[in-house]
């Protein structure tokens, strides 16, 4: 089973830290990990004719530092005795110095508390979504909620076999990875595991027009063959992953499968908010290798719809367009 070995958690002054702190601390316990716990604050600029760098600017960030480390240190004193937890200020844009502590220390798992910006009608916020996009390790943005322990977890996977095969070879292996992480999540808080693909038949809508004069009958049989071969891959996935995990493992879990038939990021979000997702463990579409070109449009749209915690992966061979000297 997926184990994380050095795990981040990013700070922020929300009350929601508390509830959230237990759950991170409960990972790395459970996961034998090292635990960092970084709080960014942003540079201090003190106004008009004031200039960088002054006394002024100078002693209000040493103030609002001395007043972080102590909510700080205040949110990680009742886990000391369970964990060993390394915290860390820093100064400058939050999602640029998370992902330069990833690369300079190893994390392996971000977790961070959504943004939810009141003037957006979506849970992640700007910094969020930089992290989605550009960190090089899993991303958990945990949305707290009153439970301690997930319900239902539901793994987005693309079960597609049409691409070329260096894309196919990375596709399975994200697919894996994200089955991995779900049976582990939810194997940890004995959540319903779900596994939905969404699927779609390419010119389905000009085969039915009137002018390709291709009959209904004909129609429905190869949207049905369609199918039937979409069914094929997931159960092929799936067993592939039994295999990996063990047949105990999902044999205990016992799955519920989704194969819907329309756009992913249409029916995706529609699924989490039908059965009640607390987490949805998926991956972002990257070309590997090519710093800048980071998350696809229906990862993005998935994102951007959804309510509840994700769990985002990157696909093998990512690069992140951070670098250590920026």
């Known amino acids: ?57 100078v002693s209000l960030q040493a103030a609002m530092l001395n007043a972080q480390t102590q909510n700080v240190e205040t949110l990680v004193a009742p886990y000391r005795a369970r964990v060993d937890v390394r915290t860390q200020l820093l100064i400058g844009t939050q999602f640029l110095k998370v992902i330069r502590e990833v690369l ?28 989605l996009r550009k960190c090089p390790c899993p991303v ?38 994200i089955l991995e992480l779900a049976s582990s999540m939810a194997l940890s808080g004995f959540a319903e595991l779900h596994i939905v693909y969404a699927w779609e038949v390419t010119g389905e809508s000009v085969l039915r027009d009137t002018l390709i004069h ?9 949207v049905e063959s369609e199918r039937q071969k979409r069914e094929a891959n997931l159960d092929r996935l799936i067993n592939q992953a039994s295999r990996k995990l063990g047949q105990e493992t999902l044999g205990y879990l016992k799955p519920r499968t989704h194969l819907i038939k329309g756009r992913a990021r249409k029916e995706i979000p529609a699924l989490a908010r039908q059965i009640e997702a607390d987490l949805i463990v998926m991956g972002t579409v990257a070309r590997t290798g090519v710093p800048g070109f980071i998350i696809g449009n229906t990862a993005e749209a998935i994102l951007n719809q959804i309510e509840c915690s994700v769990l985002a992966l990157k696909p093998p061979g990512f690069v992140t367009p951070v670098t250590l000297n920026d």
Do not use: C
């Open 1 to 57: 089973m997926k184990r994380f070995k050095n795990i981040l958690y990013v700070f922020s002054n929300k009350k929601s830290n508390e509830s959230v702190m237990d759950r991170v601390v409960t990972l790395a316990e459970n996961n034998q990990a090292r635990l960092t716990v970084v709080s960014v604050l942003e540079p201090v600029t003190v106004g008009f004719g004031m200039p960088e760098g002054g006394p002024i600017s």
């Open 104 to 131: 300079h220390h190893g994390h392996d798992l971000v977790i961070k508390v959504p943004e939810s910006p009141d003037w957006l009608d979506q849970l992640f916020g700007s910094e969020d979504m930089h992290l």
């Open 140 to 177: 958990w943005l945990v949305k707290p909620v009153a439970q301690k322990t997930y319900r239902r977890i539901l793994a987005a996977v693309d079960a597609d076999d049409t691409h070329t095969p260096a894309k196919q070879k990375t596709q399975n292996e994200m697919n894996q990875q």
């Open 214 to 222: 291709m009959s209904e009958e004909k129609v429905t049989a190869y």
